[in-house]
């Protein structure tokens, strides 16, 4: 069964930093391109970044372009995203998801977490 | 300002059938796949259609996807109670260089 568990969620002030995380299983990780997908509070989805499985291809949104950073680690069947300079714009809820694909350049999103909260506030 | 705009809301009567839009360009629906999710209250979004209109073992064959030129719908048929959730369109767009997603539509059954 393909598992897919968000941490490192939480309240930060703005201009800090965070580091998310997402603990794969179930599934070849290194088979597939990953990504991060958000959700504000009572609005549509947003994707941030994806990458591909062997981290040789990588896309942002440009909301977060230079500020955030995607990283995988195969070995430990984990996703990342480094989130710098946060902004009360990004409070939302961060959704890992698996590809279909090994690309990035797909919208096909076979599974999802449950999501980490993330809240930018004073 | 979503890049794919879809109606904020719909809504059907148990058995009915409904349509929701997804409206795009050429450099998204008319040159990618259409892919549509179902987001249930207060759940992870879930993969309903694939490839314009290829449905994920499990996803039953009521709900069926369709492109045209720079659109596409999702068609739900025999609506279900269990059918009232949020769903999204979403395709690669190419002078974004990456994923678009609709704003969402607001499934109420009545």
């Known amino acids: 069964e393909v598992q897919l568990v968000e941490s490192g969620g939480g309240l930060v002030q703005p201009g800090r930093s965070l580091r998310l995380s997402c603990a794969a299983s179930?599934?070849?990780?290194?088979?597939?391109?990953m990504h991060w997908v958000r959700q504000a509070p009572g609005k549509g989805l947003e994707w941030v970044s994806g990458?591909?499985?062997?981290?040789?291809?990588?896309g942002y949104a440009d909301s977060v372009k230079g500020r955030f950073t995607i990283s995988r680690d195969n070995a430990k069947n984990s996703l990342y995203l480094q989130m710098n300079s946060l902004r009360a714009e990004d409070t939302a809820l961060y959704y890992c998801?698996?590809?279909?694909?090994?690309?990035?350049?797909?919208?096909?999103?076979?599974?999802w977490g449950q999501g980490t909260l993330v809240t930018v506030s004073s | 300002q979503s890049v794919l705009t879809q109606p904020p809301s719909a809504s059907g009567t148990p058995g009915q059938r409904v349509t929701i839009s997804c409206s795009g360009s050429?450099?998204?629906?008319?040159?990618?796949?259409v892919y549509w999710y179902q987001q249930l209250p207060g759940t992870a979004p879930k993969l309903l259609i694939y490839?314009?209109?290829q449905r994920p073992s499990g996803v039953p064959d009521r709900f069926s996807g369709s492109k045209s030129g720079t659109s596409a719908s999702l068609a739900i048929s025999g609506l279900r109670s269990e059918d009232e959730a949020d769903y999204y369109c979403?395709?690669?767009?190419?002078?974004?260089?990456?994923?678009?997603f609709g704003g969402g539509t607001k499934l109420t059954v009545l």
């Open positions: 490839r314009n209109n």
């Open positions: 050429s450099s998204n629906i008319g040159s990618n796949y």
């Open positions: 990458i591909s499985w062997n981290s040789g291809s990588i």
């Open positions: 998801a698996k590809d279909k694909t090994d690309i990035v350049a797909t919208t096909h999103f076979d599974y």
């Open positions: 979403a395709a690669w767009d190419d002078s974004l260089s990456g994923p678009a």
């Open positions: 179930g599934f070849t990780f290194d088979d597939y391109a």
